[in-house]
């Protein structure tokens, strides 16, 4: 059993290195190109073109897949809904209202004529005000109100049994597939977009995918392995078919990079990534609280938060 937990501690620490690679690449886009273009320095260099094919940006996206392995191994553990639901609760809204908090005050007390908006605040606490037709204090948390979202799904979907199983995952992609091309035709509600997670819901499922191939490396049923490879390979042409069409902020650039992070996480799978169990990449969390912490100190006055409109 001990050997087992230095294991998966072994392995979280490779996804922590990961994830702090991602924090680092977005905090370098926004204060490379995001704030270049906003505050007028670098506009030469720095065209608003380049937010499209900043590297950086798109390290949401691994973020994403992380959570959906993650979140597998979380609800596995044996955990009913109830203690899954306090786990993530407890991980991620005191953090997330303290930074707001934190925010808010900033934003406050350094602006002339300032005016706290009590509604707008409330609703923040959410992590989801764009659902209840609020402005997110801070733009960049916009990622948190998928991931409240999608924990919402997995836990209606396997809380109940504590075990993941492929077929309801491709059930589930079949329906977004559907709502996918049904919305290309005919928007739908912002709302129900919200709730299907659309556009990433497949870059969740790949994380969850790649946990069941970990998992199924230990079974002798080859059919199980072949089915969450083949599981992949489609969810990998549905991030290429959604390129063809640009949807969201789906374009050449995020459709590479995501390429990348599914090799990545096969190397991972299979042992290939060890050396980057290093303690400089590890506790991302840091890294994502001391950005939001730098982005709110020096967010000029006139323009504050409030206004960051440019998505991650």
Request: hydrophobic share 50%; proline share 3%.
């Amino acid at each position: 059993m001990t050997h087992q937990n230095n294991k998966v501690t072994t392995r979280l620490s490779v996804l922590d290195s990961l994830r702090g690679l991602a924090a680092l690449g977005v905090v370098l886009h926004h204060f490379i190109i995001v704030y270049g273009i906003k505050y007028g320095y670098g506009v030469t260099k720095y065209p608003p073109e380049w937010l499209e094919i900043s590297i950086g940006r798109y390290g949401v996206e691994l973020f994403f897949i992380i959570s959906g392995f993650v979140i597998s191994l979380t609800l596995e553990k044996g955990r009913n809904v109830t203690e899954f639901a306090i786990s993530r609760f407890s991980r991620l809204f005191p953090t997330y209202w303290f930074c707001l908090a934190f925010t808010s005050l900033v934003l406050y007390f350094s602006r002339e004529n300032s005016f706290f908006d009590f509604d707008q605040f409330l609703f923040n606490l959410t992590m989801a005000p764009q659902f209840f037709w609020r402005e997110p204090i801070d733009g960049s948390y916009w990622t948190l109100m998928y991931e409240l979202f999608f924990y919402f799904i997995i836990a209606i979907m396997f809380g109940k049994s504590g075990k993941i199983t492929i077929k309801p995952l491709l059930l589930t992609f079949l329906v977004f597939v559907v709502f996918m091309i049904t919305n290309f035709i005919y928007p739908m509600h912002v709302k129900l977009q919200y709730l299907l997670l659309f556009p990433h819901l497949h870059l969740f499922w790949a994380g969850i995918v790649f946990y069941k191939m970990w998992e199924y490396r230990k079974d002798d049923n080859n059919l199980n392995q072949m089915a969450s490879y083949c599981f992949i390979y489609l969810l990998l042409l549905f991030q290429w078919l959604m390129c063809l069409f640009e949807i969201n902020r789906v374009n050449f650039t995020s459709s590479s990079l995501v390429s990348l992070y599914f090799l990545l996480f096969y190397l991972f799978i299979n042992n290939k990534l060890e050396f980057l169990k290093n303690r400089i990449f590890k506790k991302s969390n840091f890294y994502k609280i001391r950005s939001d912490i730098i982005l709110a100190l020096f967010d000029p006055p006139r323009s504050g938060i409030c206004h960051y409109r440019i998505s991650l």
